[in-house]
C-alpha cells in the first residue's frame, strides 16, 4: 500500500503562521503543522516557476 501525500492546503498554512504570530502555539508545533500542510511543495514549486520577491 503507498501513501499518496494529499495536495498543499493554503487555508492551513495561513491558519498555522496566523497562530504562530499571535503566540498561540509552539513552534514546533507550528513546524509540524505547516510541513504537512504541504509548505515543502508549495516553496517548491514557487521556485520552479520563478517567483522573486517584490520590494515594498
Known sequence: ???ERPAPDINKLMTAWDE???GEQLPG???ANLK???LAE???DLAEN???ARAE
Do not use: I, N, Q, Y
Open 1 to 3: 500500500m503507498s501513501f
Open 42 to 44: 508549495v516553496l517548491r
Open 20 to 22: 504562530w504570530e499571535r
Open 36 to 38: 504537512t500542510a504541504g
Open 29 to 31: 508545533k507550528v513546524l
Open 50 to 52: 520563478g517567483w522573486s
